[in-house]
Each structure stands twice: as structure tokens, then as C-alpha cells.
């Protein structure tokens, strides 16, 4: 029977008991709303091939593929987030937000380990309806009429380090063109709930304000966001599936394993505009 499991009291759920490449309508409702309420929601042992990996996500939307990432030879529409044993950088180091560089950011990831070290390459997770939470009512008050532009240049276009220097990780840096205005705080598209939206990868500052006048605040509200109280720690074993939801939580994958291989394989789905949110 399928269970659901909250991993601590801010951010995450176990689901047990089902096989997402033959689960029925009914478990795929109790998944989603898990989805919903948890922001990640997490699957060990699950027996996965690209095309039931693919066949599952079209259940849940259409696929957003990644421009940047190394395609799946033989299924495009996945991407390869993998670390070579004689690589010392990896993909999603620093916190982010998959895909809020684009106008209509990605709802949600799927990723699905195939191989995994013996030690490290946990995933880290971090509630951003508990960072917005937390914060003051004045401050509140202040961002909810603040907006911020993302980007993808820096991180992935010809000028990026990740671009130039290991360029396996990543392709495509002509295709970094994309800067995007979203709300500072969003109205969740599912929950309708408050949630905290820059992230240190990708947003750059805020509009109407210079760099300069955007840092001191912007590094405050990057540090708040992913305090240890709104976070979960995900260790991966083969097989395990992640699916998490980019507009509650940021995430980031530590880079604690060198001298072994990681590779996983992720959908991200798509996604619609957001909305800001006022009280
Ligand atoms: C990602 O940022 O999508 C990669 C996360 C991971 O490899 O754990």
C-alpha cells in the first residue's frame, strides 16, 4: 500500500509502497498531492528505463528539456547530470532554482539516480515557504512590492567558468541569452501560499536597483533562505527518484565525492508564469 511519510516538519516526504512506472491514477493523485503539501517528495528502489522515466513525467505535464545539459544520447528529452570520477566540478553546486532564468520558469525536476558514489552526493533541499516565514512583517511588507531579474549568462553562457573550463558539465553557452523578471516573493501556483523567490545562482539583483544597491539585502535574503530550520539532507542510493517542486524550495548537490562517478538522470517539467504575492 502506498505511504507517505514527512521527512522532518519543514520540507520533504518518503513515499513507499509504489512503483512510479506502473503506478495507477489513484497513487499518482496521492504522490501529486504529497508533492504539493511536502515541496520534494522522495522514492527509493525504483526500477526506472528512460522510456517509462519519460512516460511518467508526460503524466504530470509537458517536458521543459534543459538547453544546457548533456542530453541522454538515446532520449533527448532527459538530461545527464553526471560527474566524472577525474571531475572536480558538478552540476547544481550552489544553491538554485532550476530554471528561473527562464520567463516561465520549470514547475519541477525528476531526478533519478543510476549511479551513485560509495560516500557523499547528497542532495540538499531548503523550504522557501519557511524562509518567507521567518522573516520580519516589515521586511515582508518591503519585498513584496520588489521584483528581481535572473539570468542564465553568467552561469552557463561563453563567459562562465563552468563553460570554459570543464565543458563536458555543460553545452550550448550561445544559448544563454535569457534574463527573466519574476516576483521577489511568489504566490505558489498550486498552494497559493507566500514563498521566498531569488536564488544565489541565478537572480542578480533587484529592478530598479543597481548591483551595488541590490547586494547588501539580496546576500541577506540568499543566506536566510537556506538556513539549516528550512532544510532536509537526501541521501541517494540507486534507484532513489526525486521530485521536487522549483517554485517552494531551492537545492543544491554537494560536491563532497571526488575520484567517483554520479550519474542521474533528470526531467524537468514545465511550468507557468508566476504571480507576485499580496496580502
Ligand atoms: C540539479 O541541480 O538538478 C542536480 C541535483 C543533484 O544532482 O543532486
Same mark, same amino acid.
Given at each position: ?173 550561445? +544559448?544563454?541569452?535569457?534574463? %527573466? =523578471? ?7 501556483? *498550486?498552494?497559493? #501560499?507566500?514563498? &521566498? ?50 517554485? +517552494?524550495?531551492?537545492?543544491? %548537490? =554537494? ?7 554520479? *550519474?542521474?538522470? #533528470?526531467?524537468? &517539467? ?10
Amino acid at each position: 500500500m502506498i505511504t507517505v511519510s514527512p521527512a522532518n516538519d519543514v520540507v520533504g516526504a518518503f513515499i513507499d509502497g509504489v512503483q512510479v512506472a506502473s503506478c495507477s491514477n489513484e497513487e499518482l493523485s496521492i504522490i501529486r498531492q504529497a508533492y504539493a503539501d511536502h515541496a520534494v517528495v522522495f522514492f527509493r528502489d525504483q526500477e526506472l528505463t528512460p522510456d517509462e522515466h519519460i512516460g511518467f513525467a508526460k503524466r504530470w505535464s509537458r517536458i521543459n528539456v534543459n538547453r544546457f545539459f548533456t542530453p541522454v544520447e538515446t532520449h533527448p528529452v532527459i538530461a545527464e547530470v553526471c560527474k566524472e570520477s577525474d571531475q572536480t566540478q558538478n552540476i547544481g553546486q550552489e544553491w538554485h532554482t532550476d530554471h528561473s532564468y527562464d520567463q516561465v520558469p520549470a514547475m519541477g525536476s525528476m531526478l533519478y539516480a543510476r549511479e551513485i558514489p560509495p560516500i557523499g552526493g547528497d542532495t540538499l533541499f531548503a523550504s522557501q515557504y519557511a524562509a518567507y516565514e521567518a522573516l520580519s512583517d516589515g521586511l515582508k511588507k518591503t519585498l513584496h512590492d520588489l521584483k528581481a531579474w535572473h539570468s542564465s549568462r553568467h552561469a552557463f553562457g561563453v563567459n562562465a567558468p563552468m563553460a570554459n573550463g570543464e565543458g563536458t558539465l555543460f553545452s550550448n553557452p550561445e +544559448a544563454a541569452t535569457q534574463d %527573466a =523578471l519574476h516576483p521577489v516573493v511568489i504566490r505558489h501556483p *498550486l498552494s497559493g #501560499r507566500p514563498a &521566498l523567490y531569488v536564488n544565489p545562482d541565478f537572480t542578480l539583483h533587484f529592478d530598479g536597483w543597481t548591483p551595488e544597491e541590490s547586494a547588501p539585502l539580496m546576500q541577506q535574503l540568499w543566506g536566510h533562505a537556506v538556513s539549516d530550520d528550512f532544510t532536509y539532507r537526501f541521501r541517494w542510493d540507486v534507484g532513489s527518484m526525486a521530485i521536487w517542486d522549483n517554485r +517552494a524550495l531551492q537545492h543544491r %548537490a =554537494l560536491n563532497d565525492y571526488h575520484g567517483h562517478r554520479r *550519474l542521474m538522470h #533528470r526531467i524537468t &517539467l514545465e511550468g507557468e508564469p508566476l504571480e507576485a504575492f499580496t496580502d
